[in-house]
């Protein structure tokens, strides 16, 4: 596979036409490149959305406000929140 691209890239600089290669090669990696960052990113918001919905229907479903069982209202101590916004 080396020898290869090593006789494609000497016949390119033979006729002249590396340049134009050289800028195609770089065209596409970056095109790909950059595809798996914004796909990457959209699967994390993805992920981060289906918690946070998950959470939330979680909190609804149990009823007590997110309370630890047995414990009366206003006795306890305050429980975090159950996700963060500030990300």
Avoid: C, N
């Avoid at 918001?45 to 946070?52: D, T």
């Avoid at 909190?59 to 006795?75: L, W």
């Amino acid at each position: 596979m080396g020898w290869l691209l090593l006789i494609l890239v000497l016949l390119a600089a033979a006729f002249g036409i590396l340049g134009a290669v050289l800028k195609a090669v770089v065209f596409v990696v970056l095109t790909l490149v950059l595809t798996g960052v914004v796909l990457s990113m959209l699967a994390w918001w993805l992920v981060k959305r289906q918690a946070r919905r998950f959470v939330r229907e979680f909190d609804a479903r149990s009823g007590d406000g997110g309370r630890q069982r047995g414990a009366q209202p206003g006795t306890g101590p305050e429980l975090p929140p159950t996700h963060d916004d500030r990300y």
